[in-house]
């Protein structure tokens, strides 16, 4: 049944996108499910789902969306937006987040946040990994009441 949901998704318009809707687990830690948005051409979105999977109960890709246009309509500042984008429990996971700050803001639910990101794409950074090379890098909480840093890497 995914595998089809995700199918009709790489074929629906970026509006239509945004109608899907998945029903959650049972189990309260499994009950996250979550759609990501990418490129269906960037190998590094997928070895960031697979890292970010752990803890959510389904992946639903929706390749070749209108990257531009999910970002603008989940709110995604310009100048934290990376290569791809994930919708779980109504928050926004923008870039190459870790899975412990995702699994953190799903716990912890914070007031006045719409989500997290890490802007463009550190070496080093889940889906990003380089035997030799690591970069520093920051997780931003982003909401109406403008950014925080919510985790630091290093």
């Given at each position: ?65 209108d990257m531009q246009m999910v970002k603008d309509l989940h709110g995604v500042p310009t ?45 080093g950074s889940p889906g990003m990994e380089h035997p ?23």
């Open positions: 049944m995914i595998g089809a949901m995700a199918k009709a998704m790489r074929d629906m318009s970026g509006a239509g996108l945004l109608l899907i809707s998945l029903a959650a687990c049972s189990t309260a830690a499994q009950a996250a499910s979550y759609t990501m948005y990418r490129d269906a051409g960037c190998g590094c979105c997928l070895k960031w789902a697979d890292h970010a999977a752990e803890g959510l109960d389904a992946q639903v890709t929706a390749e070749n969306a100048e934290l937006r990376s290569c791809h984008t994930m919708i779980v429990e109504g928050y926004v996971i923008e870039g190459h987040v870790p899975a412990e700050a995702i699994r953190k803001l799903l716990r912890e639910k914070p007031d006045n946040v719409t989500g997290l990101a890490v802007p463009g794409m550190p070496v030799d090379l690591k970069q520093p890098y920051q997780v931003i909480a982003f909401g109406p009441k403008g950014q925080r840093v919510f985790a630091s890497y290093n």
